[in-house]
Every structure is written in structure tokens, then in C-alpha cells.
């Protein structure tokens, strides 16, 4: 079936460094690919998104490439903040079908001044 | 504008005792969805809606029970809680379609002693 798998965590950043936060698939077909963040206390919610192989989603200077040759779909930021700590799931969806919507276990992330 | 919204927010059972979880979306969804967070374990989906009236099982669904008699809500129930019942349960919805976003609650953090 399809799954996700992310790099364990937690992470532990000083502000302004790089970020990555690996992420692999197994999935028949294309799917859909989404990094959703949860900060303290709160629900999920959207972080950014790619439909297609190739397509490279970003979003408050978070990004991700779909990369069908690696299955793999990496969190990149250039330089951190503070309030960028959070968890960060990684989820993929197959179209049809089920519909379902399937996430790794999560990244903790913790950005220090 | 209220998007989704769970409730209770919290909530302590004895074990053997039943409750139901209700969210309700404002968005005119199709697609709804009930997910436990457990530490280390991500997400996992409970059971899903793709619509009025139709309901369907997802990786964890023993235990638990759902309804979906109006498209705006989606109910699931507990019957007899037992201590492994103990998690966050967050509640989603989408429209239908490539890509589409997931909204999310804020969660019920469940504790059944």
C-alpha cells in the first residue's frame, strides 16, 4: 500500500541555518504530495504542495520537488527562524480510488536564537 | 469564518464508558476524514467520508464507529473506551479534486483512565 516515510527527528537548528527534512514515498501511480506543519497546540494545516512530477511547491520560503526518479519529495529552507519550529509531516494522496490521505510520522523542529 | 471545528477540545472517560466526537465543516466538503495522533506514530486515518451518507474504514477503524447523515458533519463514536482510546483525534475535510487542501481542527485530546 502507500506510505511515507520522513527522517526521524528532532531537529535541532540554530536561527538562519539551512534546513532539510527528508522525505521517500511508496506509492503506485502519481500522487499528490503535501508538507503540512503543526505548531504547538494546533491543528494541521498547509504548508505546500506538488500534483505533478517536477512541480516544486513553496511557501514562506519552504520548498519541495516532486522527484519521481527518487521518490522523494525534501523540505528545504535557506535559512530558519524561530517560528518555524513546529512538526512537519510529510503526506502524499493517490487520486482515485480511496482518496486517502496518508502521512509519515512527523519531524519536530526546533529553531534556536 | 469558522472552517472546521471539533468538539469537545477535551475530554477524560472511564474506560467502558462511550462518547462521540463531532465535527463540523463550513466549507461545503465532500471529503471528511477522522485521524489519531499517538507520539512517534504520526497520523493515522480512523475512517473517511467521501460523502453524504457513505462512510469507509481506514488503517485503525476497530473501536470506533462514524456517521455522516449531513455533508457538514461527521461524527465518530466511541462505544465502550478502553485506555489505548487515549490519543488526539483530529478531524479534516476537502473538496474533491487533484490536489486539494486538507483543513483541519484544532483536536480533541481524549484520555480514557
Known amino acids: 500500500g502507500n506510505s511515507v516515510t520522513q527522517m526521524e527527528g528532532p531537529v535541532t537548528l540554530s536561527e538562519e541555518a539551512f534546513l532539510t527534512i527528508n522525505c521517500t514515498y511508496t506509492?503506485?501511480?502519481?500522487?499528490?504530495l503535501f508538507w503540512y506543519v503543526q505548531y504547538p497546540g494546533e491543528g494541521l494545516q498547509l504548508l505546500l504542495k506538488?500534483?505533478?512530477?517536477?512541480d516544486k511547491g513553496s511557501n514562506k520560503g519552504f520548498e519541495a520537488t516532486y522527484r519521481k526518479e527518487t521518490i522523494s519529495f525534501h523540505l528545504e529552507k535557506g535559512s530558519v527562524q524561530v517560528s518555524d519550529s513546529a512538526v512537519y509531516f510529510c503526506?502524499?494522496?493517490?487520486?482515485?480510488?480511496?482518496?486517502?490521505?496518508?502521512f509519515g510520522k512527523g519531524t519536530k523542529l526546533t529553531v534556536n536564537p | 469564518n469558522a472552517g472546521v471545528t471539533q468538539t469537545p477540545k477535551f475530554r477524560v472517560l472511564k474506560t467502558g464508558q462511550s462518547m462521540t466526537l463531532l465535527c463540523a465543516q463550513d466549507m461545503n466538503h465532500e471529503y471528511m476524514y477522522w485521524y489519531r495522533q499517538d507520539p512517534g506514530m504520526g497520523l493515522r486515518l480512523i475512517h473517511y467520508?467521501?460523502?453524504?451518507?457513505?462512510?469507509a474504514k481506514g488503517e485503525v477503524p476497530d473501536g470506533y464507529n462514524v456517521s455522516r447523515l449531513k455533508k457538514q458533519n461527521f461524527l465518530l463514536g466511541l462505544e465502550s473506551a478502553a485506555p489505548s482510546q487515549t490519543s488526539v483525534y483530529f478531524c479534516?475535510?476537502?473538496?474533491?479534486?487533484?490536489?486539494?487542501?486538507?483543513?483541519f481542527g484544532q483536536g480533541t485530546r481524549l484520555t480514557v483512565v
Open positions: 467520508s467521501v460523502g453524504e451518507g457513505t462512510t
Open positions: 506509492a503506485t501511480g502519481y500522487p499528490s
Open positions: 479534516a475535510s476537502r473538496y474533491q479534486g487533484v490536489g486539494t487542501e486538507a483543513f
Open positions: 503526506a502524499l494522496r493517490q487520486q482515485g480510488g480511496s482518496e486517502k490521505l496518508v
Open positions: 506538488a500534483t505533478k512530477a517536477d
